[in-house]
């Protein structure tokens, strides 16, 4: 007894000169009065207590046996496990429905052995069903019984209202929740938020205002004063391993936004939280961003670019850069075509800008095949002069896999624009052929078939690049400098560079190094074998008449 007394929260105080008989007897008495069903398990899961609360909510006759069955039957019709943390469902007894909210805790002793079980039963059906009830549930998440998206708002404005304190509110994201859900059922999914919120209710203080907004969002608008980053990650690290299991972890994404002004609206708060959510890009269990300026301006752009992009198509705003790609003498073999956006407002816009954006809202393969289309017109309108053994190369994003039948688009521009296949080069990325091997070594071999040339652009920046060779035959590798210049270790990776050039020789394949920026890089290259160039040492992506006029007559 004596060490539980320092066994943190747990701690209590008991004039040890009493019996404790009668401490158990005055225990009793403040239990009684909680208003809260109570059970207890011993370690071998045997009822050894249960309120006179417990006995009217399940309706058991008197004695610890019978009532315990009452609550394993009732969680046995609802096909709920005894260990589940935290839960509400409806009571159907005799006479009317009840709706319980019921807890279970493991009980630990200060050396964290377990000395038993607690359930506790509360019963909210009058909070339903009285006048307020009506008010409750437009205001109460059914799920969890925290403040909903509705209540939260109401409950902060509130707050804010009547505090001088600087508040600030985060918002949470579990990452791939979708997919849990999809893994392992809704039920094992609601049980997570379910015990989320149940922890929540047992960490956050009295100033805190706290809901589910909606699926796996949940908010806090705390003062700011309060927040520590490393304690709060800490916490949610305790937090989240409780719901951890050998197949699955969850990784929490946190953004906040500080509140500048309280009387903004709370939807609008959150939002701009949630944007500071999304921003982050780690894997960590428990990340958090927080919300600047910057992200707004990101996020109005992106906004801004999808509502224009069809525009822009139909209107042609979009054209290519071709970019020399050279042998080590400086003589030109081929260009890559890189998409640029001739905006009317804002003027020349960078791939780096859109690129990403229209990917990830699935648009991308209509710019794609646009740029293609502009390519092959490119080689047809060569055609027949000195430049027509100039090969052109465009890319093909890993979306445009889902969304087009590769072979038939470029087979149609073919024969739309009588060229000759061996000119119009495909770039895969690597990352995209390593999503989907099998698919992508039949699509290769299908347009090798065609007569077209493929090159895996961004060799090395994935992580499974030699695996992949062993089953992708492409024609060219196309290595990115960008990887030396993205280590420390010079020496390791001119030593992998140099065996990747051996060995893509050695399978029969070209190799392109692109992003090559110095004489030294050159050289270098040279002596490792590589004899073809792309890179801003020769030339930068320039305007298609620039290309003509520089390349009057190639060889
Ligand atoms: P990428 O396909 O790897 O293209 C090479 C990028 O490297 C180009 O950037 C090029 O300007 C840049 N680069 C070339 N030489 C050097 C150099 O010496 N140093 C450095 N630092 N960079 C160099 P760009 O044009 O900004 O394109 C960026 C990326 O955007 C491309 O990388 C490609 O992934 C994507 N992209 C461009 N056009 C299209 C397109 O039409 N469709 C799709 N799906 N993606 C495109
Ligand atoms: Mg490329
Ligand atoms: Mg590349």
């Not at 496990?81 to 409806?90: G, V």
């Not at 990352?431 to 090798?448: F, G, H, N």
């Not at 065609?450 to 060799?459: H, M, N, P, Q, R």
């Not at 920026?517 to 930068?540: A, V």
Request: proline letters at 2%; a negative charge; aromatic letters at 12%.
């Amino acid at each position: 007894m004596d060490a539980d007394k320092t066994f943190g929260e747990n701690a209590y105080y008991v004039d040890e000169t009493v019996e404790p008989a009668t401490i158990a007897r005055l225990l009793n008495f403040g239990v009684q009065q909680m208003g809260l069903g109570i059970i207890f398990l011993d370690v071998n899961r045997k009822c050894v207590y249960a309120n006179r609360h417990a006995f009217s909510l399940l309706h058991a006759e008197f004695s610890l046996e019978s009532v315990y069955k009452a609550f394993k039957d009732w969680m046995n019709s609802l096909g709920i496990e005894q260990s589940s943390a935290a839960w509400t469902r409806l009571f159907e007894s005799q006479e009317r429905e009840r709706l319980y909210r019921v807890r279970y805790r493991y009980l630990l002793d200060s050396n964290n052995k377990p000395i038993g079980y607690m359930y506790t039963i509360q019963n909210l059906s009058d909070i339903v069903e009285n006048g307020t009830g009506e008010q409750y549930r437009l205001t109460h998440d059914e799920l969890t019984t925290l403040y909903n998206r509705e209540g939260f708002k109401e409950a902060a404005q509130n707050r804010l209202r009547e505090t001088d304190k600087r508040y600030i509110l985060l918002y949470s994201n579990i990452k791939d929740f979708k997919l849990f859900n999809q893994l392992f059922g809704l039920e094992k999914g609601n049980d997570i938020l379910i015990n989320i919120a149940d922890l929540m209710i047992q960490h956050v203080k009295e100033d805190d205002i706290y809901g589910r907004i909606n699926g796996d969002h949940f908010a806090i608008c705390m003062p700011k004063e309060r927040f520590v980053e490393k304690d709060f990650k800490k916490l949610v690290r305790e937090v989240t391993s409780k719901v951890t299991s050998k197949s699955y972890s969850l990784h929490m994404q946190i953004g906040i936004y500080e509140i500048t002004d309280p009387t903004m609206d709370i939807t609008l708060m959150c939002d701009r939280a949630y944007m500071a959510c999304k921003s982050i890009k780690k894997d960590g269990v428990c990340e958090i961003a927080w919300y600047s300026d910057e992200m707004m301006v990101n996020a109005l752009l992106e906004k801004e670019i999808l509502s224009s992009f069809d525009f822009a198509i139909i209107n042609r705003q979009f054209g290519i850069y071709l970019q020399p790609q050279v042998y080590s003498d400086g003589r030109i073999f081929g260009a890559e075509a890189l998409a640029r956006w001739m905006h009317p407002d804002n003027g020349l816009i960078q791939p780096g800008v859109f690129i990403d954006v229209l990917e990830r809202a699935d648009l991308i393969y209509k710019l794609d095949r646009y740029i293609w289309e502009l390519a092959a017109l490119q080689l047809a309108k060569w055609k027949d002069t000195e430049r027509d053994r100039i090969q052109i190369s465009v890319n093909v994003s890993p979306k445009d896999l889902y969304y087009l039948d590769i072979k038939k688009e470029f087979t149609e521009l073919i024969n739309r624009y009588q060229i000759d296949p061996a000119l119009l080069n495909i770039e895969i990325t690597e990352t995209a052929v390593t999503s989907d091997v099998t698919k992508c070594a039949k699509l290769i071999l299908e347009l090798q078939k065609a007569g077209f040339k493929v090159e895996i652009d961004d060799f090395g920046s994935g992580y499974s690049s030699l695996n992949m060779l062993k089953d992708i035959n492409a024609d060219v590798l196309k290595i990115d400098m960008g990887f030396l210049r993205k280590t420390e270790n010079q020496n390791r990776a001119r030593v992998i560079l140099n065996y990747t050039i051996d060995m893509a020789h050695e399978l029969g394949m070209s190799v392109v190094t692109e992003g090559v920026e110095t004489l030294e890089q050159l050289e270098f290259l040279q002596d490792m074998g590589c004899r073809m160039f792309q890179g801003y040492y020769f030339d930068k992506p320039m305007p298609v008449e620039e290309f003509e006029k520089k390349y009057e007559s190639p060889e």
